[in-house]
């Protein structure tokens, strides 16, 4: 029994690395003969290829966007056409910008702004008015004009117009 184990081992060693070794091969010939001459095949065949559903859900999964592409798309399937270059633009930021510098790079070559707009209430506090509320003259009063007489003048007094 102990020379017949031994064997047995050596038998599947050489039967596993037979497996590994034709695998390898397989590998290498459809890398290297099989695979250029189908993908030659395939762009001879998508030269007529046009924008489709199809197409863009395919580019899509292959960008393995997240949860927040959803949120921000909503359901392929009811995407116009006029808005695919968005859907991808989107799935390709989400992909890119795990980093903020990935994100700034895409914005910049897709020449998308990532400036906003201050918020309004944020302006208000930093900008006081330059009036104080109780300053703010009634609609249809009185103003003086530059260069206009001051109703004070002590020459015009006691005379009416």
Known sequence: MREIRPAI????????????AHQQHEADRWRHELRPRAIRTFAGRAATLTWSRALLKLVVEELYPDDLFTELVGNLDRVPARQWPRVLAIAVVLRRSWRRDGLARVARRLRISLTTPPDRTERRRQCPSPTRPSRIPFSGSPRLRPGSPLRSDPARRGSRP
Do not use: G, S, T
């Open 9 to 20: 081992v050596d038998i599947d060693r050489y039967l596993e690395e037979a497996a590994r």
